[in-house]
């Protein structure tokens, strides 16, 4: 008897795979801003297949779950913050003007809008500071990773010679986050239009009172 044949697995046409991504894309476009406004609990098939005029069973196709639907909204906000705050801050020459360039660009990403909401990372971490989960540990990862390229910022700075070396990197980093952490809460529950530029002064203040005399200038 001859083999039996098995039927061949037809691959999506490119056009059809170009134009699922396209429609993924715009989903995902539209997830980060509902959950930087109404959080990542709050971000819904429902609400999303409202706002782009889908069906439920279509977004359903993209995502899984609602925790695939989160995981994958948090991927793009993370690409997003790196085009926008780390990429144009490692532009900035080695040392004192990249570790600026960081923290401005932060606070530039939150004044112009980016996110609907602010700055989205600030708000999830304080949405699941107190859960468990996947969603939660995906968040601190990327907050840790901040953090960590904080903390190379400032060691980097130091090897430049414009820190001082008894100047404690993760410590700075923290005083330099918290500052930033504490703009955006001031901003967005307080409603205080001068949180950023108050915290532009404050950490440009620190950095000048532990600059070296061969460090060069901050604005």
Known sequence: ?????????????????AR???????????AVDIASVNGLDGLTVGTLASQLRMSKSGLFAHFGSKEDLQLATIEVARQIFIDKVTRPAIAAP????????????????????IF?????FSAASFEFDGKSGV???????IMRE????????VERAQQEGHIGASVNPTRLAFEIHGVAMGA?????????????SRARATVLEKLRSIATPGSPRLP
């Open 116 to 120: 609907s909401g602010g700055c989205f």
């Open 1 to 17: 008897m001859p083999p039996a044949v098995r039927p061949s697995r037809k691959k999506p046409a490119p056009r059809r795979q």
């Open 135 to 141: 969603v939660h540990d995906r968040i601190a990862a």
């Open 20 to 30: 699922g991504l396209r429609t993924r894309e715009a989903i995902l476009a539209s």
């Open 184 to 196: 955006h809460w001031a901003y967005q529950l307080l409603d205080d239009r001068q949180a950023y």
């Open 146 to 153: 901040w953090i960590d390229v904080l903390i190379r910022a």
């Open 94 to 113: 080695k040392g004192l003007p990249r570790l600026w360039g960081l923290i401005n660009q932060w606070l530039i990403l939150v004044e112009k809008r």
